[in-house]
């Protein structure tokens, strides 16, 4: 068994999954298992994917039309068996030393179940077009997870990240449910959310991926109802924790969201050519 498991679900990603493999298979951490799951993709995908097979950390697996992201997210990350759990979207990738951090920071505070570290967002080329996202007003030391939680709720925005940017213990997500996208835009921020109300979080104050904006992403198509599934996902989290999240946590976390949704928008409205793949 693994230390690590890093999870890809791949969907339509044939412009962008082998820089996403490969920024997993060349890290140096010791001790991690890639395994990867085609969603029925039309495109080159899989036959891009069926070039790493040779190496032995690697797992090539095909889910079923069908069940949307989340049915992908889930049946990839049964397949792990590593201690721990990334998943990377197969769009993204990750910086050197990315797996070894987080491995470390988790080894050394056994009460943590989640790490999270900034990204940077990237063009569909792979530019920068913001540096070292993330960690919005959340303290820089090990914290209750409840507290983590309350931080993204009054940001309006999802401080953690996106996947790529995050590392569990894979036990404590398997507990909390697994991925669940009844807020199908923050499946990744519900799913922190409940891993969170079960233990401790630390944040990796350094910059260990690019998340990579382009037009056939999930979070794009959604653009329009960002806002009101935060809203949901916030009330959500009170009633979840009553005693730790207010009211007013909620209220000023909604209307941060209607103005973060705004901002999306209007960031893919200046970037729109740049999100295009060539």
């Not at 890093?6 to 140096?28: G, H, M, R, T, W």
């Not at 010791?30 to 799951?37: N, Q, R, S, T």
């Not at 653009?223 to 009633?239: I, M, P, S, T, V």
Request: aromatic share 8%; charged share 25%.
């Amino acid at each position: 068994m693994p230390k690590l498991s890093v999870v890809i679900p791949a969907y339509q990603n044939e412009a962008f999954i082998a820089a996403a493999v490969e920024s997993v298979l060349d890290q140096d951490h010791p001790d991690f298992e890639l395994v990867v799951a085609d969603h029925s993709s039309t495109d080159a995908t899989r036959r891009i994917l069926e070039r790493y097979l040779g190496d032995p950390r690697f797992t090539l697996l095909d889910t079923p039309t069908g069940g949307g992201a989340e049915a992908n997210w889930r049946r990839v990350s049964a397949a792990a068996s590593g201690e721990l759990l990334k998943l990377l979207p197969g769009d993204d990738v990750l910086y050197p030393g990315a797996l070894r951090a987080h491995t470390e920071a988790l080894d050394e505070h056994p009460s943590v179940v989640l790490v999270s570290s900034p990204r940077d967002i990237l063009d569909a080329a792979g530019r920068v077009t913001i540096r070292n996202r993330g960690l919005q007003g959340v303290a820089r030391r090990v914290q209750p997870g409840v507290e983590a939680v309350r931080q993204t709720v009054r940001r309006g925005t999802n401080v953690f990240g996106e996947p790529g940017s995050v590392t569990m213990r894979r036990a404590v997500l398997e507990e909390a449910g697994g991925w669940d996208a009844r807020f199908p835009y923050l499946i990744d921020q519900k799913t922190y959310s409940a891993v969170l109300f079960r233990g401790d979080y630390l944040p990796v104050d350094r910059t260990l991926g690019g998340f990579r904006v382009n037009q056939g992403q999930w979070s794009v198509v959604l653009a329009n109802e960002q806002a009101a599934q935060a809203k949901a996902y916030h009330h959500w989290c009170r009633a979840s924790a009553p005693d730790r999240i207010s009211a007013s946590d909620v209220w000023i976390g909604d209307r941060r969201a209607e103005l973060m949704a705004l901002a999306r928008r209007a960031y893919y409205t200046v970037n729109g050519r740049r999100m295009r793949s060539a």
